[in-house]
Protein backbone atom coordinates (compact mmCIF):
# COMPACT_ATOMS: atom_id res chain seq x y z
CA UNK A 1 0.00 0.00 0.00
CA UNK A 2 2.71 2.35 -1.07
CA UNK A 3 1.59 5.53 -2.68
CA UNK A 4 1.69 6.02 -6.55
CA UNK A 5 4.87 7.02 -8.07
CA UNK A 6 7.12 6.83 -5.00
CA UNK A 7 10.47 5.09 -5.03
CA UNK A 8 12.74 3.87 -2.31
CA UNK A 9 16.34 2.56 -1.89
CA UNK A 10 18.68 2.27 1.28
CA UNK A 11 22.60 1.38 1.20
CA UNK A 12 25.38 0.55 3.86
CA UNK A 13 28.02 3.45 4.37
CA UNK A 14 29.39 2.34 7.65
CA UNK A 15 28.67 6.04 9.05
CA UNK A 16 28.95 4.89 12.69
CA UNK A 17 29.33 1.67 12.05
CA UNK A 18 29.48 -1.42 9.83
CA UNK A 19 26.44 -4.13 9.39
CA UNK A 20 23.52 -2.10 8.69
CA UNK A 21 21.57 -0.05 6.52
CA UNK A 22 22.29 4.00 7.27
CA UNK A 23 21.61 5.99 4.01
CA UNK A 24 18.17 5.78 2.56
CA UNK A 25 16.42 7.41 -0.39
CA UNK A 26 12.78 8.40 -1.33
CA UNK A 27 12.34 9.64 -4.85
CA UNK A 28 8.95 10.73 -6.67
CA UNK A 29 8.54 10.29 -10.24
CA UNK A 30 7.55 13.89 -10.78
CA UNK A 31 7.89 16.56 -8.71
CA UNK A 32 6.05 16.97 -5.75
CA UNK A 33 4.73 19.77 -3.11
CA UNK A 34 6.11 19.50 -0.48
CA UNK A 35 5.38 20.94 3.54
CA UNK A 36 7.79 21.29 6.60
CA UNK A 37 8.09 21.48 10.37
CA UNK A 38 11.69 21.45 12.04
CA UNK A 39 13.31 21.79 15.23
CA UNK A 40 12.53 24.73 17.86
CA UNK A 41 16.14 24.37 19.23
CA UNK A 42 17.45 27.19 19.00
CA UNK A 43 20.86 24.83 17.91
CA UNK A 44 19.75 23.55 14.53
CA UNK A 45 21.61 20.70 12.88
CA UNK A 46 23.17 21.73 9.26
CA UNK A 47 20.28 19.56 7.34
CA UNK A 48 17.84 21.61 8.80
CA UNK A 49 19.14 24.96 8.28
CA UNK A 50 19.29 23.37 4.46
CA UNK A 51 15.77 22.21 4.80
CA UNK A 52 14.27 24.94 6.11
CA UNK A 53 15.86 27.47 3.13
CA UNK A 54 14.45 24.75 0.46
CA UNK A 55 11.29 24.83 2.04
CA UNK A 56 10.43 28.20 0.75
CA UNK A 57 9.73 26.84 -2.80
CA UNK A 58 7.21 24.45 -1.30
CA UNK A 59 8.46 21.86 -3.78
CA UNK A 60 10.40 18.89 -4.17
CA UNK A 61 10.98 15.15 -5.56
CA UNK A 62 14.11 14.00 -3.19
CA UNK A 63 14.77 12.77 0.43
CA UNK A 64 18.15 11.31 1.09
CA UNK A 65 18.78 10.22 4.80
CA UNK A 66 21.44 8.85 7.03
CA UNK A 67 21.35 7.83 10.48
CA UNK A 68 24.58 7.37 12.49
CA UNK A 69 25.60 11.17 12.66
CA UNK A 70 23.42 14.12 13.30
CA UNK A 71 25.65 16.54 11.42
CA UNK A 72 24.69 18.85 14.11
CA UNK A 73 27.16 21.38 15.66
CA UNK A 74 29.75 20.88 12.50
CA UNK A 75 29.96 23.99 11.82
CA UNK A 76 30.24 25.63 8.06
CA UNK A 77 31.85 22.25 6.85
CA UNK A 78 28.47 20.52 8.09
CA UNK A 79 26.42 22.62 5.70
CA UNK A 80 28.86 21.87 3.04
CA UNK A 81 28.97 18.24 3.27
CA UNK A 82 24.64 18.44 3.77
CA UNK A 83 24.56 20.50 0.68
CA UNK A 84 27.20 18.04 -1.24
CA UNK A 85 24.63 15.14 -0.30
CA UNK A 86 21.96 17.05 -2.22
CA UNK A 87 24.13 17.64 -5.41
CA UNK A 88 25.47 14.26 -5.11
CA UNK A 89 21.88 12.61 -5.18
CA UNK A 90 20.80 15.26 -7.57
CA UNK A 91 23.09 14.38 -10.00
CA UNK A 92 22.63 10.56 -9.47
CA UNK A 93 18.85 11.52 -10.05
CA UNK A 94 19.05 14.05 -13.00
CA UNK A 95 17.00 16.67 -11.26
CA UNK A 96 17.77 19.71 -9.54
CA UNK A 97 20.17 20.09 -6.34
CA UNK A 98 17.08 22.34 -4.84
CA UNK A 99 14.45 19.51 -5.64
CA UNK A 100 16.74 17.35 -2.97
CA UNK A 101 15.90 17.60 1.14
CA UNK A 102 18.34 15.94 3.12
CA UNK A 103 18.15 14.40 7.05
CA UNK A 104 20.45 13.41 9.44
CA UNK A 105 20.10 11.67 12.33
CA UNK A 106 22.74 10.53 15.15
CA UNK A 107 25.85 11.64 17.09
CA UNK A 108 26.16 15.00 17.69
CA UNK A 109 29.00 16.73 17.28
CA UNK A 110 30.99 13.95 15.15
CA UNK A 111 32.32 15.17 11.16
CA UNK A 112 30.21 13.30 8.69
CA UNK A 113 32.11 10.45 6.86
CA UNK A 114 31.86 12.16 3.49
CA UNK A 115 34.22 9.73 1.75
CA UNK A 116 32.32 6.33 2.74
CA UNK A 117 28.84 8.52 1.86
CA UNK A 118 30.25 9.61 -1.23
CA UNK A 119 30.54 5.97 -2.48
CA UNK A 120 26.97 4.96 -1.51
CA UNK A 121 25.11 7.92 -3.20
CA UNK A 122 25.17 6.35 -7.04
CA UNK A 123 24.50 2.95 -5.44
CA UNK A 124 21.18 4.54 -3.96
CA UNK A 125 20.39 6.04 -7.33
CA UNK A 126 20.86 2.87 -9.03
CA UNK A 127 18.53 0.69 -6.84
CA UNK A 128 15.84 2.90 -6.63
CA UNK A 129 12.63 0.50 -6.71
CA UNK A 130 14.48 -2.59 -5.15
CA UNK A 131 14.08 -1.66 -1.65
CA UNK A 132 10.44 -0.66 0.36
CA UNK A 133 9.48 1.95 2.52
CA UNK A 134 10.03 -0.83 5.56
CA UNK A 135 13.54 -0.56 4.44
CA UNK A 136 13.80 2.94 4.28
CA UNK A 137 12.11 2.87 8.42
CA UNK A 138 15.00 0.29 9.34
CA UNK A 139 17.84 2.62 7.71
CA UNK A 140 16.98 5.38 9.90
CA UNK A 141 16.74 3.57 13.52
CA UNK A 142 19.21 4.86 15.74
CA UNK A 143 18.39 3.47 19.45
CA UNK A 144 15.42 2.39 17.60
CA UNK A 145 14.30 -1.34 18.28
CA UNK A 146 11.27 -1.27 15.73
CA UNK A 147 10.64 0.48 12.26
CA UNK A 148 8.32 2.44 12.32
CA UNK A 149 5.93 2.73 9.42
CA UNK A 150 2.02 3.49 8.90
CA UNK A 151 -0.04 3.45 5.72
CA UNK A 152 -3.68 4.61 4.96
CA UNK A 153 -6.06 4.48 1.83
CA UNK A 154 -8.13 7.54 1.44
CA UNK A 155 -11.38 8.12 -0.59
CA UNK A 156 -10.53 11.01 -2.36
CA UNK A 157 -13.81 11.86 -4.73
CA UNK A 158 -13.92 8.71 -6.90
CA UNK A 159 -10.29 8.27 -6.07
CA UNK A 160 -8.75 6.47 -3.31
CA UNK A 161 -5.36 7.97 -2.62
CA UNK A 162 -2.87 6.64 0.25
CA UNK A 163 -1.19 8.35 3.02
CA UNK A 164 2.28 6.81 4.50
CA UNK A 165 5.06 7.88 6.73
CA UNK A 166 8.10 6.20 8.19
CA UNK A 167 9.75 7.86 11.57
CA UNK A 168 12.70 7.38 14.20
CA UNK A 169 12.36 8.44 17.51
CA UNK A 170 13.24 7.42 21.19
CA UNK A 171 15.26 9.15 23.00
CA UNK A 172 15.69 12.71 23.21
CA UNK A 173 12.08 13.66 22.58
CA UNK A 174 9.95 16.58 23.48
CA UNK A 175 9.92 17.39 20.07
CA UNK A 176 7.33 20.80 20.16
CA UNK A 177 7.56 20.71 16.13
CA UNK A 178 7.94 17.19 14.78
CA UNK A 179 9.74 13.89 16.34
CA UNK A 180 13.79 13.35 15.04
CA UNK A 181 12.46 12.53 12.06
CA UNK A 182 9.33 11.60 10.16
CA UNK A 183 8.73 11.49 6.38
CA UNK A 184 5.22 11.29 5.15
CA UNK A 185 4.61 11.44 1.71
CA UNK A 186 0.78 11.05 -0.81
CA UNK A 187 -0.01 10.53 -3.74
CA UNK A 188 -3.00 13.03 -3.39
CA UNK A 189 -3.19 16.15 -4.97
CA UNK A 190 -3.00 19.11 -2.64
CA UNK A 191 -2.31 22.96 -2.94
CA UNK A 192 0.52 23.88 -1.48
CA UNK A 193 -0.65 26.49 1.75
CA UNK A 194 -3.13 23.51 1.98
CA UNK A 195 -0.14 21.10 2.45
CA UNK A 196 1.58 22.77 5.49
CA UNK A 197 -1.42 23.95 7.34
CA UNK A 198 -2.63 20.03 7.29
CA UNK A 199 0.76 19.15 8.57
CA UNK A 200 1.25 22.14 11.26
CA UNK A 201 -2.79 20.79 12.46
CA UNK A 202 -1.36 16.64 12.33
CA UNK A 203 2.00 17.76 14.00
CA UNK A 204 0.04 19.68 16.68
CA UNK A 205 -2.39 17.24 17.82
CA UNK A 206 0.28 14.36 17.64
CA UNK A 207 4.07 15.00 17.19
CA UNK A 208 4.05 17.70 19.75
CA UNK A 209 2.50 15.93 22.37
CA UNK A 210 5.14 13.38 22.73
CA UNK A 211 7.85 13.77 25.55
CA UNK A 212 10.48 10.30 26.49
CA UNK A 213 12.44 12.28 28.63
CA UNK A 214 11.92 16.11 28.21
CA UNK A 215 15.18 16.32 25.45
CA UNK A 216 14.73 18.54 22.71
CA UNK A 217 16.76 17.19 19.76
CA UNK A 218 18.73 19.59 17.31
CA UNK A 219 17.85 17.80 14.19
CA UNK A 220 13.74 17.13 14.62
CA UNK A 221 12.74 17.44 11.35
CA UNK A 222 8.67 16.66 9.46
CA UNK A 223 8.40 16.22 5.88
CA UNK A 224 5.16 16.02 3.59
CA UNK A 225 5.99 15.40 -0.07
CA UNK A 226 2.57 15.31 -2.50
CA UNK A 227 2.75 14.37 -6.44
CA UNK A 228 -0.90 14.20 -7.07
CA UNK A 229 -0.38 10.92 -9.11
CA UNK A 230 -3.70 9.66 -8.44
CA UNK A 231 -5.15 12.17 -10.86
CA UNK A 232 -7.52 14.33 -8.44
CA UNK A 233 -8.33 17.69 -8.48
CA UNK A 234 -5.91 19.38 -6.01
CA UNK A 235 -7.15 20.07 -2.76
CA UNK A 236 -7.85 23.33 -1.42
CA UNK A 237 -9.35 24.54 2.05
CA UNK A 238 -12.34 24.99 0.89
CA UNK A 239 -12.88 21.49 -0.79
CA UNK A 240 -14.91 19.07 0.14
CA UNK A 241 -12.18 16.18 0.28
CA UNK A 242 -10.42 18.25 3.00
CA UNK A 243 -11.86 16.83 5.75
CA UNK A 244 -10.98 13.53 4.96
CA UNK A 245 -7.31 14.33 3.85
CA UNK A 246 -6.51 16.05 7.07
CA UNK A 247 -8.76 13.43 9.20
CA UNK A 248 -6.49 10.86 7.62
CA UNK A 249 -3.30 12.34 8.20
CA UNK A 250 -4.20 12.74 11.86
CA UNK A 251 -4.59 9.50 11.91
CA UNK A 252 -1.38 8.48 10.58
CA UNK A 253 0.61 10.60 12.47
CA UNK A 254 -0.97 9.89 15.84
CA UNK A 255 -0.32 6.44 14.91
CA UNK A 256 3.33 6.86 14.36
CA UNK A 257 3.37 8.94 17.48
CA UNK A 258 2.06 5.92 19.55
CA UNK A 259 5.04 3.83 18.12
CA UNK A 260 8.15 6.39 19.24
CA UNK A 261 6.16 6.64 22.95
CA UNK A 262 6.33 2.88 22.91
CA UNK A 263 9.68 2.35 22.26
CA UNK A 264 10.77 5.16 24.12
CA UNK A 265 14.39 4.51 25.56
CA UNK A 266 14.74 1.94 28.17
CA UNK A 267 10.48 1.65 28.07
CA UNK A 268 8.56 -0.96 29.31
CA UNK A 269 5.16 0.76 28.60
CA UNK A 270 2.70 3.12 26.60
CA UNK A 271 0.79 5.59 29.07
CA UNK A 272 -1.47 8.04 27.42
CA UNK A 273 -2.37 11.05 29.95
CA UNK A 274 -5.30 12.96 29.14
CA UNK A 275 -6.37 16.12 31.15
CA UNK A 276 -10.13 17.02 31.05
CA UNK A 277 -12.33 19.96 32.06
CA UNK A 278 -9.60 22.51 31.70
CA UNK A 279 -10.24 26.48 30.90
CA UNK A 280 -8.52 25.98 27.65
CA UNK A 281 -6.74 23.07 25.63
CA UNK A 282 -3.70 24.88 26.22
CA UNK A 283 -4.19 24.55 29.44
CA UNK A 284 -5.35 21.06 29.46
CA UNK A 285 -1.88 20.53 27.34
CA UNK A 286 0.35 22.26 29.78
CA UNK A 287 -1.27 20.36 33.28
CA UNK A 288 -0.97 17.02 30.59
CA UNK A 289 2.95 17.47 30.03
CA UNK A 290 3.67 18.07 33.44
CA UNK A 291 2.44 15.20 35.03
CA UNK A 292 4.06 13.17 31.97
CA UNK A 293 7.49 15.15 31.92
CA UNK A 294 7.51 14.15 36.05
CA UNK A 295 10.38 11.84 36.66
CA UNK A 296 8.52 10.96 39.92
CA UNK A 297 5.43 9.67 38.17
CA UNK A 298 7.06 7.93 35.32
CA UNK A 299 9.32 5.52 37.60
CA UNK A 300 6.49 4.97 39.57
CA UNK A 301 4.41 3.69 36.43
CA UNK A 302 7.27 1.65 36.19
CA UNK A 303 7.17 0.18 39.44
CA UNK A 304 2.98 -0.34 39.20
CA UNK A 305 3.07 2.01 42.19
CA UNK A 306 -0.14 3.75 41.81
CA UNK A 307 1.15 7.00 43.73
CA UNK A 308 -1.38 9.45 42.31
CA UNK A 309 -0.22 11.84 44.66
CA UNK A 310 3.11 12.15 42.35
CA UNK A 311 0.78 13.03 39.44
CA UNK A 312 -1.37 15.81 41.87
CA UNK A 313 2.08 17.16 42.86
CA UNK A 314 3.02 17.86 38.97
CA UNK A 315 -0.21 19.48 38.26
CA UNK A 316 0.64 22.08 40.94
CA UNK A 317 3.58 23.02 39.63
CA UNK A 318 2.49 23.18 35.99
CA UNK A 319 1.58 26.77 36.35
CA UNK A 320 -2.24 26.05 35.49
CA UNK A 321 -4.81 27.41 37.42
CA UNK A 322 -6.31 24.35 39.54
CA UNK A 323 -8.39 23.85 42.77
CA UNK A 324 -7.37 20.99 44.41
CA UNK A 325 -10.50 20.04 45.75
CA UNK A 326 -11.83 19.63 42.09
CA UNK A 327 -9.35 17.25 41.03
CA UNK A 328 -10.57 13.38 39.84
CA UNK A 329 -7.95 11.12 38.93
CA UNK A 330 -8.18 7.58 37.13
CA UNK A 331 -5.39 5.06 36.12
CA UNK A 332 -6.79 2.74 33.70
CA UNK A 333 -10.51 1.92 34.95
CA UNK A 334 -9.87 2.57 38.42
CA UNK A 335 -10.65 5.74 40.24
CA UNK A 336 -8.08 6.81 42.39
CA UNK A 337 -8.87 9.92 43.49
CA UNK A 338 -12.10 12.35 43.60
CA UNK A 339 -12.35 15.06 44.60
CA UNK A 340 -8.45 15.76 45.37
CA UNK A 341 -8.49 12.85 48.30
CA UNK A 342 -8.03 9.18 47.71
CA UNK A 343 -10.48 6.50 46.96
CA UNK A 344 -8.64 4.00 49.10
CA UNK A 345 -8.14 2.06 45.76
CA UNK A 346 -4.19 2.63 44.95
CA UNK A 347 -3.41 -1.66 45.49
CA UNK A 348 -6.56 -2.12 42.53
CA UNK A 349 -5.04 0.63 39.95
CA UNK A 350 -1.73 -1.01 40.60
CA UNK A 351 -2.60 -4.28 38.93
CA UNK A 352 -3.79 -2.05 35.91
CA UNK A 353 -0.31 -0.58 35.57
CA UNK A 354 0.83 -3.94 35.09
CA UNK A 355 -0.67 -3.67 31.74
CA UNK A 356 2.16 -2.55 28.56
CA UNK A 357 -0.49 -0.10 27.84
CA UNK A 358 -2.07 2.58 30.15
CA UNK A 359 -4.27 5.54 30.32
CA UNK A 360 -4.23 8.42 32.95
CA UNK A 361 -7.23 10.33 32.91
CA UNK A 362 -7.60 13.73 35.05
CA UNK A 363 -10.42 15.95 35.04
CA UNK A 364 -10.15 19.37 36.84
CA UNK A 365 -13.52 20.28 36.48
CA UNK A 366 -12.63 23.52 35.88
CA UNK A 367 -13.77 24.09 32.32
CA UNK A 368 -14.61 22.07 29.09
CA UNK A 369 -11.27 21.83 27.19
CA UNK A 370 -9.16 18.73 27.23
CA UNK A 371 -5.77 17.48 25.97
CA UNK A 372 -3.97 14.24 25.30
CA UNK A 373 -0.09 13.40 25.68
CA UNK A 374 1.96 10.78 25.00
CA UNK A 375 4.39 8.77 27.02
CA UNK A 376 6.49 6.34 28.83
CA UNK A 377 7.49 4.89 31.87
CA UNK A 378 11.36 5.44 33.33
CA UNK A 379 13.54 2.48 33.90
CA UNK A 380 16.95 2.01 34.66
CA UNK A 381 17.64 0.83 30.93
CA UNK A 382 17.38 4.58 30.06
CA UNK A 383 20.44 4.93 31.52
CA UNK A 384 22.06 2.36 29.77
CA UNK A 385 21.26 2.95 26.62
CA UNK A 386 22.69 6.50 26.80
CA UNK A 387 25.54 6.07 28.96
CA UNK A 388 26.22 3.74 26.02
CA UNK A 389 24.74 5.99 23.00
CA UNK A 390 28.59 6.72 21.61
CA UNK A 391 30.61 3.89 22.15
Not at 30 to 40: M, P, R, Y
Not at 212 to 238: C, F, P, Q, W
Not at 277 to 301: C, D, I, M, W
Request: hydrophobic share 40%; with cysteine.
Amino acid sequence: MTPKGFLFSTAEAAIKKPGRKDLALIYSRVEAKIAGTFTTNRVKAAPVRLDMRRIRSAAGQAIIVNSGNANACTGRQGMKDAGEMTVLAARALKIKPSSVYVCSTGVIGAPMPMDRIRLKIPELAENLGRHSLDDVAQAIMTTDTFPKIVQRRVRIGKRTGVIAGVCKGAGMIWPNMATMLCLLMTDIAVNRKTLQKALLNSVNRSFNRITIDGDRSTNDTALLMANGMIGNREITEKSGAYKDFSKMLDEVTYELSKMIASDGEGASKLVEIEVRGARSEEAAERAAFSVANSSLVKTALYGNDANWGRIMAALGYSGVPIREEKIDIRIGKVKVASKGVSNGRDKEAGEALKNKKIQIVIDLNSGKKSAKVLTCDLTEEYIKVNADYRT
